[in-house]
């Protein structure tokens, strides 16, 4: 436990006053993501630990170098947990790192995102001042919502100290299915299922084999396994960890060669695209892992026209960077709020999106 | 710019400009036709806007955009004008921009649980449109016949279900906003997240300071098969507030948990005859929906948690017209309160949980020292209070009550660590307040972010976020006892 706040606002100052770029490091596990970033590092993993608890308010507060692990084992001991299920991939993930980078797992189409369940946070801005947005109560509207605009910034907008997230009771039961469908037919039925009042929780699909999660109260869960049929699945949940940790086969750097593996954010009902490559379904079709050869403007295209975008997760970058790059317009917007937190451009520079 | 200063032909300028864009019955400039539109749902505070206009394109909001910013004319949004903070209230030099005549659903995916809609199509006829296909639209103020989309996504509003299915920032995926200079953008999309910064999240509750929403795209639910409704009566607002805590955590997420007070009880049951206990201190309505068996194995663990609370009378909703019938009360009871007193004031603070107890009992303090009645009922579930303090506008005296004890309600509900609104907006209502929620920095970073979409300062200028001088007298003035004179400016009404 250690709150180290004044430390890295003097460190940002200084930074800010030499005009010094700072790499934000928590444990790196997510180092791979934001390879763009540069700059002299800035170690968040010593400010930790959990800032408040009350399992009946359903909110917990905890600093940012906190390891993922550490406060998710604390939330389960109490039978709670953060409901996005945020990968962590690597044991010493930190909270920060996964708000940051705003991800979100297997769980997200049916209770939301990271940005979802983030009530407030504490942040250094780019000239060294703490901010304080958001809080520990469910409803909020004074001001804009900045707590939610730092999820997914990479760090770009501000060095989060601290973070309120709203936690949910874990499920009294969950069971895995296993069906086999083709492709398009496993698309059509996750949408279906969807749109029906079940206890859903999570779907994917790899080479003809469908998996659904049920969640909720033992009986719920028990008549619709039977309603949707399949077979259950022994180790369901450590299914479910290993492909929101991409501990897949189908993960498997070694497989990768030269290709790239890709993150596919699309609209659920997308018909498959037309893309030469290795594809996963997760989120109920709306998150699509791509291993492909192709360049990256075919991909981006064809994820564009679909009416999504593309991240290269892993694999090269591509020249113009790992995400999906902008309209003109929405470039500009973007730097002028770059501005407005960052003036000197010190915090992670390169990130989300490359300024030119 | 204050209207004295505006050259006198500022008017004759605009309206020349607007006529190239709109239809003239869509341009409203006589003083009489105005009226309607001098105030939103908070009628304190009045103003007539220099004109008002009612587009029905994007192409002619873009137009009226671009026409204001050459001539520097403020522009202020309305939807359906139900905001409850001031914050659709016209500025005397500037424009009113109506969004009525976008009423249009545009398309309903079933398979997707989707809707795309016009920002003026009215809450509840998503629900009502997406019914058909087993669905709805989750965010359900009070206000839903008549409040809109455009308005809902400029205060990220609420409703009695947002504990378990969100505000509005949950249950939206894409908006084309144009913006102060007449550009159009899309923000977010059909997918479940966009590439860049998080800018739906920034735009949901920016009460029409970023930009004019000008059409959106919703998420729909499933409906659930089953709802059920508890009706628990408690002896004292302190047991009722503490019950809300003990369902939480026995790991029940209700559908809707509301809370009244005595006298809201009293209130709802003479307007609406909901069979509502009169003689209990308060009462939690607590809604449980999924499947059936999920919803009876609640049921089960929800009737035990109540009772062990120390609920004085526990009752079920026998039929799905009694179930109705329990929240027509609680939905009505704004303006069944509202026959109480000549006038009411609503305040729309948040608390942690665990303070409830504590923070009414502040209020019923407070409420025998200012010698006015208060009744309470509100999102409990959220710890959301809205406190409708009972007076008569007519009286300055009890008006300058009212407004001082409103304003202690909301530094109350900050000092025990929550916010001085939970669904209502900051609007032109809680500028002085925005000063003890927030400091100097805070509030700058605000500035700095409404002039990197709005450089000119176009958009609903004034409202939301307050000027440092405001803060300033605000604490010069005492803050929490005392209510700055500038604050009277808009109640001439
Ligand atoms: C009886 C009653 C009960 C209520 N209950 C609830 C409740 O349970 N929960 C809740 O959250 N609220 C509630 N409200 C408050 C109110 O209904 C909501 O704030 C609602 O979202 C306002 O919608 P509107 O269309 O009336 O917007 P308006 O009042 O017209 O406008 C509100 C704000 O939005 C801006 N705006 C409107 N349209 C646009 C647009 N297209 N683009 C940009 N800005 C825009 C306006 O400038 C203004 O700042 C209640 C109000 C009443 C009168």
């Known amino acids: 436990m250690a709150d180290l706040s004044a430390r890295l606002a003097a460190r940002v100052r200084e930074a800010s006053e030499q005009r010094q770029p700072l790499r934000l490091a928590g444990s790196g596990s997510k180092a791979f993501l934001s390879d763009a970033a540069h700059g002299e590092p ?38 709670q947990m953060l409901a996005f299920e945020p990968p962590a991939f690597g044991a010493d993930a930190t909270l920060g790192g996964a708000i940051a980078c705003g991800l979100s797992g297997p769980r997200r189409p049916y209770v939301g995102a990271a940005r979802d369940f983030v009530l407030g946070a504490q942040l250094i801005d780019g000239r060294g001042q703490r ?99 399949g077979e259950r699945q022994a180790d369901g949940e450590a299914y479910w960890q290993a492909l929101r940790e ?47 050869e192709l360049t990256p403007e075919v991909v981006r295209r064809a994820a564009a026209e679909a009416g999504g975008h593309a991240t290269c997760f ?42 030119p | 710019m204050p209207a004295e200063t505006r050259p006198p032909d500022a008017k004759a300028k605009l309206l020349a400009g607007l006529r190239e864009i709109l239809p003239s019955e869509a341009i409203i400039a006589q003083r009489e036709a105005l009226r309607p539109y001098e105030c939103d749902g908070l009628p304190a505070y009045r103003q007539t806007p220099l004109v008002a206009v009612l ?28 905001g409850l903070s001031g914050g659709a209230l016209p500025l005397a030099d500037g424009l009113l921009l109506g969004l009525a005549r976008f009423d249009r659903i545009l398309s309903l995916d079933p398979l997707a649980r989707t809707a795309r809609v ?14 058909a296909h087993g669905l709805y639209y989750a965010p359900d103020p009070s206000s839903q016949i008549a409040c809109t989309i455009g308005g809902n996504i400029a205060e990220n509003s609420g409703g009695v279900h947002c504990l378990k299915y969100g505000l509005t920032v949950h249950n939206l995926l894409e908006l084309k906003l144009v913006t102060a200079d007449g550009e159009l953008l899309t923000i977010g999309g059909e997918s479940l997240d966009a590439a860049g910064y998080d800018l739906l999240a920034l735009l949901t509750g920016s009460e029409g300071m970023l930009g004019i929403v000008v059409e959106a795209l919703v998420r729909l639910l499933p409906k659930p098969p089953v709802a059920r409704v508890l009706l628990a009566a408690f002896d004292e607002v302190g047991r009722a507030a503490d019950a809300v805590g003990e369902l939480i955590a026995a790991g029940i997420v209700p559908a ?33 929906d999924g499947t059936p068996e999920e919803v009876a194995s609640q049921l089960e663990c929800a009737i035990r948690v109540l009772r062990a609370a120390g609920a004085s009378e526990l009752r079920e909703a026998r039929d799905e017209a009694e179930r109705a019938l329990f929240w027509k009360g609680r939905k009505s009871a704004f303006p069944a309160v509202g026959r109480l007193a000549p006038d009411y004031y609503c305040m729309d603070g948040t608390v942690p949980r665990g303070r409830l107890a504590e923070v009414l009992e502040g209020i019923a303090e407070r409420s025998r020292r200012y010698g006015l009645p208060v009744a309470n009922v509100f999102h409990a579930g959220d710890g959301n209070l809205h406190p409708l303090i009972l007076y008569d506008a007519n ?61 000119a300062g176009l958009l609903n200028p004034g409202k939301a976020i307050p000027q440092p001088r405001h803060c300033s007298e605000y604490r010069e003035l005492g803050g929490d006892t005392l209510t700055p004179p500038s604050r009277r400016g808009g109640l001439d009404g």
């Open chain 1, 131 to 229: 901010l304080r947005f958001g809080g520990e109560v469910m409803k909020n509207v004074a001001g804009y919502d900045v707590s939610r605009l730092m999820v997914g910034a990479f760090g770009s907008l501000g060095v989060l100290l601290d973070v309120s997230l709203k936690v949910l009771p874990r499920p009294q039961q969950e069971t895995t299915l296993v069906l086999e469908h083709a492709l398009t037919d496993a698309l059509a039925r996750m949408n279906r299922l969807a749109s029906r009042a079940l206890p859903l929780s999570a779907a994917s699909w790899h080479a003809g084999v469908m998996r659904l999660r049920l969640s909720g109260a033992a009986e719920a869960v028990a008549s619709a396994a039977r309603e949707i049929g």
């Open chain 1, 42 to 79: 800035l170690e968040l993993r010593g400010h930790e630990g959990i800032v408040s608890y009350q399992p009946r308010e359903l909110v917990v507060r905890a600093r940012a170098g906190t390891r993922l692990a550490d406060l998710e084992a604390l939330l389960a001991g109490n039978r």
């Open chain 1, 314 to 355: 892993r694999g090269p970058a591509p020249e113009d960077g790992r995400f999906h790059p902008l309209t003109p317009a929405m470039r500009r917007l973007h730097q002028r709020l770059k501005q407005v937190f960052d003036p000197r451009a010190i915090l992670n520079p390169g990130l989300p999106c490359r300024t």
């Open chain 2, 55 to 82: 587009p029905g394109t994007i192409a002619q909001v873009q137009s009226i955009m671009r026409l204001c910013s050459r001539l520097a004319v403020p522009v202020v949004a309305r939807g359906a004008a139900t």
């Open chain 2, 118 to 131: 016009q920002p003026g199509v009215r809450n509840l006829a998503i629900s009502e449109a997406a019914a």
């Open chain 2, 395 to 455: 009286d300055p005296e009890q008006l300058r009550k009212a407004e001082d004890f409103g304003a202690e309600i909301l530094e109350l509900s900050v000092a025990v660590g929550g916010s001085i609104t939970g669904e209502h907006g900051v609007g032109q209502e809680k500028l002085h307040q925005m000063c003890v929620q927030f400091g100097p920095a805070e509030l700058a970073c605000f500035r700095d972010l409404k002039q990197a979409f709005d450089p």
């Open chain 2, 256 to 288: 809707g948990l509301e809370m009244m007070d005595r006298l809201a009880i009293r209130a709802a049951e003479d307007f609406v005859h909901a069979g509502y206990p009169v003689d209990a201190g308060a009462m939690l309505l607590c809604e449980l």
């Open chain 1, 246 to 292: 991409q501990r897949l086969e189908f993960f498997d750097p070694a497989r990768l060669g030269g290709a790239r593996l890709w993150r596919l954010s699309l609209p659920p009902t997308r018909p498959p695209l037309d893309l030469e490559g290795d594809c996963l379904l997760d989120w109920g079709g709306a998150q699509r892992w791509l291993i492909s």
